[in-house]
């Protein structure tokens, strides 16, 4: 399959992920609650399969960070009331601790504070040679190669999203977080991230869920998109049967 090609349509697994209990991430009726009564997720409820990218989008505030959080465990040591369910391969992991889910194959690259500014580029990939990998191991990132002895605080915000990503990747996920991945990049270089991002799910067959305002970029890339809205699913289908635009329109506070 050529380098950023989505998976076929149509195939079970892509489609309905459950039909055959091969669901790689399921959520259900995930509701989150803060300590002050506010609700941070309603009603949540999806499903990744193995190899599959999902995309979630929505506006600021709309509870897609939220909902990483959860899956990844973050949120209980917060003081955030948690209920609904998240399972991993068909087994149960709500309430896991971070640590917990970082064990069994969850990884988070979070919005921010992605990277160590005073580390090199080469040491930042020498900490994730323990699940495997040696630190001149060739880059998933190209661009990282010629940027080895880079102080990762020098280096412009694209590549440091590709050191992150890199990171992630060497960890080994089964199932890859990513949290606003085109923040402040130029849109060619998000381009770039995203296919590379689609041609390692194809390739080395990992899961991901892709959280975005840039629902272009989301779209390019993923196979199923499901739209957030005050804590909630209100949208949720192939990503090729819509369009950035109509989605933006209804959903995404954006015109036409």
Same mark, same amino acid.
């Given at each position: 399959?050529?380098?950023g090609?989505?998976?076929?349509?149509?195939?079970?697994?892509?489609?309905?992920?459950t $039909?055959?209990?091969?669901?790689?991430?399921?959520?259900?009726?995930?509701? =989150?609650?803060y300590?002050?009564?506010?609700?941070?997720?309603?009603?949540?409820?999806?499903?990744?399969?193995?190899? !599959?990218?999902? $995309?979630?989008?929505? %506006?600021?505030?709309?509870?897609? +960070?939220?909902?990483?959080?959860?899956?990844?465990?973050?949120?209980?040591?917060?003081h955030?009331?948690?209920?609904g369910s998240?399972?991993?391969?068909?087994?149960?992991? +709500?309430?896991?601790?971070?640590?917990?889910t970082?064990?069994?194959?969850? @990884?988070?690259?979070? !919005?921010?504070?992605?990277?160590?500014? $005073?580390?090199?580029?080469? !040491?930042?990939?020498?900490?994730?040679?323990?699940?495997?990998w040696?630190?001149?191991?060739?880059?998933?990132?190209?661009?990282?190669e010629?940027?080895?002895n880079?102080?990762?605080?020098?280096?412009?915000?694209?590549?440091?999203q590709?050191?992150?990503?890199e990171? $992630?990747?060497?960890?080994n996920?089964?199932l890859?977080?990513?949290? !606003?991945?085109?923040?402040?990049?130029?849109?060619?270089i998000?381009?770039?991230?995203?296919?590379?991002? %689609?041609?390692?799910?194809?390739?080395?067959?990992?899961?991901? =869920?892709? @959280?975005?305002q840039?629902?272009?970029?989301?779209l390019?890339?993923?196979? %199923?998109?499901?739209v957030i809205? %005050?804590?909630?699913?209100?949208?949720?289908?192939?990503?090729?049967?819509?369009?950035?635009?109509?989605?933006?329109?209804?959903?995404?506070?954006?015109?036409?």
């Amino acid at each position: 399959m050529a380098f950023g090609t989505r998976r076929p349509r149509g195939s079970a697994d892509v489609v309905d992920p459950t $039909a055959s209990g091969r669901a790689m991430l399921g959520v259900s009726k995930l509701r =989150v609650t803060y300590s002050n009564g506010a609700r941070g997720l309603t009603d949540v409820s999806f499903d990744v399969a193995p190899g !599959e990218i999902v $995309a979630i989008l929505g %506006r600021n505030g709309a509870g897609k +960070t939220t909902t990483l959080r959860a899956v990844g465990g973050f949120l209980r040591s917060e003081h955030v009331s948690v209920s609904g369910s998240v399972s991993l391969e068909g087994h149960d992991i +709500t309430g896991s601790t971070p640590m917990s889910t970082f064990r069994k194959g969850i @990884v988070l690259v979070p !919005e921010r504070d992605k990277v160590f500014s $005073a580390l090199r580029v080469s !040491e930042h990939l020498q900490l994730a040679a323990a699940h495997g990998w040696k630190a001149d191991d060739p880059c998933a990132f190209e661009p990282l190669e010629r940027l080895r002895n880079s102080r990762a605080g020098l280096l412009s915000g694209g590549e440091r999203q590709m050191l992150a990503l890199e990171v $992630a990747l060497r960890n080994n996920p089964k199932l890859l977080l990513v949290d !606003e991945a085109s923040l402040g990049l130029a849109p060619v270089i998000v381009k770039d991230l995203m296919n590379r991002l %689609r041609a390692i799910a194809t390739d080395r067959g990992t899961s991901m =869920v892709v @959280v975005e305002q840039d629902a272009a970029a989301a779209l390019r890339v993923a196979d %199923r998109v499901y739209v957030i809205s %005050r804590g909630e699913v209100v949208w949720q289908g192939a990503a090729d049967a819509t369009s950035a635009t109509d989605l933006g329109a209804q959903y995404l506070g954006m015109s036409r």
